[in-house]
């Protein structure tokens, strides 16, 4: 930290107005605490910072932030910028929420805190509100409560942007500090022209926001930081510092619900993907399930919920969508109304009773059937059936959640980021996974939040792709968040973090065109890996000899006749079959190489004993002495000094038939990672000149059950880095 901000009456009240135990609020304020100490001191304002907070989908990044903001005030910031979203019903959401949560209207006398949405560069009454919040706190006369702090919400928007930006650049905001809220920081911000070499409209936009002012911190909120993460690290927007966010724990995420057998999620059948005239048996299945859910509720607490159905980006679907569950809802009310004895309404009560069944599996405290059943006419009644799109509006409606008691929203962008589903329970999503990107992906799971309470009545259906896809990001994601709160403390930060992701190959991580520095993929199938880059440098080359021999000398080797038995020094080779996992991993993290295949090969690698490690702490290593009492063994290197076609020695054919020596591959083991340890006396030619005299070289094979889908980017300046 820069400095240690001062927990004052602001924080204090947003914490404890956030009705979240004290445990959580002392966590709240204690990471604002780091968040905002990692950035611009007010007491000595002095250029910028960029730091990523990373959270979980639907966790509360606006709580977060919103104490980062009252911790702010507290500490003598008199401006904040909220960059609040991509659309203008996201910009209200956060700003009345702001205005809610900092209290901005209670109060007699002077405010605390003065609030305004997309100011103009042209109105003297903005210019002279941002004149006199940033006057105020430069005037000693004033005490501190007499000091308003002004929060400037902005849309994430070119023209907004530049408006504010024109406004500023009118203002000396030398030595003031200023705190820039970029929320959902991964969309629209960074620049999609950077493999054209120019700039998009929005991060051009940005950019001269913060050119304009000379002291500011810069926090970047997402729950999906892949793409900041793999932009170049001089790009402007490049972050700094992360801080990762811990959601509470009646946080439900991807952990619980896409666990293996989860009993939260539904497959949508092939057939019910693209349905013809008539709606999907599976969507009505998922209708019916809402509202039982719904009508246990009103018996229950008297709580309202909502349903989410995202079939595509398409309106003509959204309006077919609605049209058949408000069919469906006029029908089975319409059923309901009928005796006890006909047949529709038998047939209906038969098939809310399956619904309910599926439910009390998870919800052990639903109540009676028989009340449940008593209660849907009016959970029918009350609920409310949007087409949640623009459908020819000006924008996305506003919904008031308390004017129904239940609710299903019909759409697609409008609640792909960001927006929030009141009380969601059930989820009804056909499309697919698009492009495929793993970040867009994981924005559309607006079924997670804080629903331990209610989790019993939630259920998600999906397509299967989509649904294994949701699957494989959660050991993703567990990743990234791991590895980034091993930087949180560490010096050099993100600056000198290879970035490195377990990622399902069906997947990017992120869109490409904001991804200027390539990076490295592999397969699950696992395998054998060799290095490539041999004639390095002779200090590296020295410094890796000294470690293999420090590392081999560590554990007992013996000769391996079990594979195959020879006299030859040349084809005997030597074994340590139960190396630590832990202590491999330590001698290839110190391991040094200067081709960046070799080097994304090997971070990939360390990413996959990493997660074996994690798995299970007592995995084994079987590590290979090759040919260690062999003298004068070459290899031939390219001009560039690499082995491309590799170095293992192939099987020795027998004029007869058959095979003699198995070849160097032969020695391993299927059940646990296998690493080779070799040295040879390096030349250009067969003949030639030897250029390096037993020079040590990896070989390593990992067993598919082992392997992971990995990603690995490497830029400029980072071959050494962590």
């Not at 719904?294 to 959204?318: K, Y």
């Not at 054998?528 to 440098?537: D, E, M, P, V």
């Amino acid at each position: 930290m820069n400095w240690v901000p001062v927990q004052g009456e602001e924080a204090t009240g947003v914490v404890r107005r956030s009705n979240v135990d004290e445990a959580s609020q002392a966590r709240l304020i204690a990471d604002a605490a780091e968040i905002l100490g990692r950035g611009v001191n007010p007491r000595d304002p002095n250029g910028s910072a960029t730091g990523l907070v990373v959270g979980n989908v639907q966790s509360g990044k606006t709580m977060s932030f919103t104490t980062v903001i009252g911790l702010a005030r507290d500490n003598g910031f008199p401006l904040v910028i909220v960059i609040a979203g991509t659309k203008v019903n996201l910009l209200n959401q956060s700003h009345e929420r702001l205005e809610k949560d900092l209290n901005v209207h209670a109060g007699e006398g002077l405010p605390s805190w003065k609030i305004q949405k997309n100011v103009q560069a042209t109105d003297a009454h903005d210019e002279q509100s941002i004149r006199q919040a940033i006057e105020a706190w430069q005037d000693d006369e004033l005490e501190d409560d007499e000091r308003p702090t002004l929060i400037l919400t902005v849309l994430k928007q070119r023209q907004r942007l530049q408006n504010l930006t024109n406004l500023l650049r009118r203002l000396d905001l030398q030595r003031v500090p200023v705190l820039v809220i970029d929320d959902e920081a991964d969309q629209a911000s960074l620049n999609t022209r950077v493999q054209q070499g120019g700039e998009s409209a929005t991060y051009t936009r940005l950019r001269e926001l913060r050119d304009a002012l000379p002291c500011h911190t810069y926090l970047q909120y997402t729950a999906t930081p892949q793409a900041p993460l793999l932009i170049n690290i001089a790009d402007v927007l490049s972050p700094d510092f992360p801080k990762v966010l811990d959601p509470g724990a009646d946080y439900i995420g991807g952990q619980e619900f896409f666990a293996p057998g989860s009993p939260y999620i539904r497959d949508i059948p092939p057939q019910d993907i693209a349905p013809g005239n008539d709606p999907p048996e599976s969507m009505l299945e998922a209708v019916r399930v809402f509202f039982v859910g719904l009508a246990a509720s009103l018996i229950r607490d008297r709580r309202r919920r909502s349903m989410l159905i995202h079939p595509s980006r398409l309106r003509a679907d959204h309006r077919q969508v609605v049209q058949w569950v408000t069919e469906a809802k006029t029908t089975w009310l319409s059923a309901l109304r009928l005796p006890e004895t006909d047949p529709d309404r038998i047939e209906l009560v038969e098939d809310f009773r399956t619904a309910y069944e599926h439910l009390a599996t998870t919800d052990a405290d639903l109540p009676s059937l028989e009340d449940v059943l008593a209660k849907l006419p009016r959970a029918l009644r009350q609920t409310t059936i949007i087409e949640f799109n623009t459908n020819g509006r000006p924008r996305t409606p506003e919904i008031n959640w308390r004017d129904a008691e239940g609710w299903i929203l019909v759409g697609g962008q409008a609640v792909d980021r960001g927006f929030t589903v009141d009380l969601l329970t059930v989820t009804y999503m056909p499309r697919g996974v698009g492009v495929g990107n793993a970040d867009t992906l994981q924005q559309r799971a607006r079924f997670f939040g804080y629903k331990r309470k209610y989790l019993g009545i939630c259920r998600i259906w999906l397509e299967a792709v989509t649904r294994s896809a949701f699957e494989g990001y959660v050991e993703h994601e567990n990743l990234m968040r791991r590895e980034l709160k091993l930087l949180e403390t560490k010096q050099g930060g993100l600056n000198n973090w290879r970035r490195r992701f377990i990622l399902d190959s069906t997947l990017q991580p992120c869109r490409r065109n904001v991804v200027s520095d390539a990076y490295f993929r592999a397969t699950r199938a696992g395998g054998w890996t060799q290095q490539k880059g041999a004639l390095i440098s002779s200090d590296l080359l020295n410094r890796n000899a000294e470690l293999l021999e420090a590392f081999a000398q560590a554990f007992t080797f013996t000769e391996d006749t079990v594979t195959y038995q020879s006299a030859e020094d040349s084809q005997r080779h030597f074994v340590a079959r139960e190396v630590p996992i832990a202590a491999v991993i330590d001698m290839l993290a110190e391991y040094r190489l200067e081709d960046p295949r070799d080097t994304a090969q090997f971070t990939g690698m360390l990413v996959t004993l990493g997660e074996a490690l994690r798995l299970a702490p007592d995995t084994v290593v079987a590590v290979y002495r090759m040919r260690p009492n062999a003298i004068g063994s070459r290899r031939t290197i390219s001009e560039s000094g690499t082995l491309e076609k590799g170095f293992l020695q192939g099987p020795t054919r027998l004029a007869r038939g058959g095979v003699n020596y198995p070849g160097d591959t032969a020695f391993n083991m299927n059940d646990r990672p296998t690493i080779q340890l070799h040295r040879f006396d390096l030349s250009y030619t067969d003949q030639g000149p030897i250029e390096a005299s037993s020079a040590p070289l990896l070989a390593t094979h990992i067993p598919s059950h082992l392997a992971r889908e990995w990603l690995v980017q490497l830029q400029a300046g980072q071959v050494d880095a962590d």
